[in-house]
């Protein structure tokens, strides 16, 4: 990893570019409802203020790691992430960073994109 990928911006706040990409790709392979769903919780989780790029990093492959393997055992989303989206994932966060400022607006954003996400499969 460059000096470049260890300082910047964006290692900051999304860890290494080789790991993003990574994490990127495996949730491109996710069936269509799991990785709406990994989308919309990617959203909210940025409204966190992550304490270092490789904590951050982790937190998004473990989320890939979560996803993937739900999907691999046909487990439906609303049983990953429970009756409230936005708890789910601020639950999730507190484990890599901090806290943050999530606005209400967000949380209801979760809410729909997850319900979204479950209603594909239907």
């Known amino acids: 990893m460059s000096d470049v990928e260890k300082s910047g911006f964006i290692s900051k706040v999304i860890g290494p ?9 495996r949730v ?5 409802n799991h990785r709406a769903a990994v989308e919309a919780i990617e959203r ?3 409204h966190f203020v992550p304490t270092d790029g490789e904590s951050n990093a982790s937190m998004f492959e473990d989320l890939a790691d979560l996803f993937e393997q739900a999907a691999a055992d046909g487990t439906p989303i609303r049983e990953i992430v429970g009756e409230d989206p936005a ?4 639950a999730f966060a507190q484990n ?3 806290g943050g400022y999530v606005p209400a607006r967000a949380r209801k954003r979760l809410t729909d ?10």
């Open 96 to 98: 890599y960073s901090e």
């Open 44 to 46: 909210h989780l940025m």
């Open 17 to 25: 570019k080789k790991r993003w990409r990574a994490y990127k790709a």
């Open 28 to 32: 491109k392979e996710l069936p269509a």
């Open 87 to 90: 708890e789910f994932v601020e």
């Open 113 to 122: 994109d997850l319900a979204r996400a479950e209603a594909e499969v239907s």
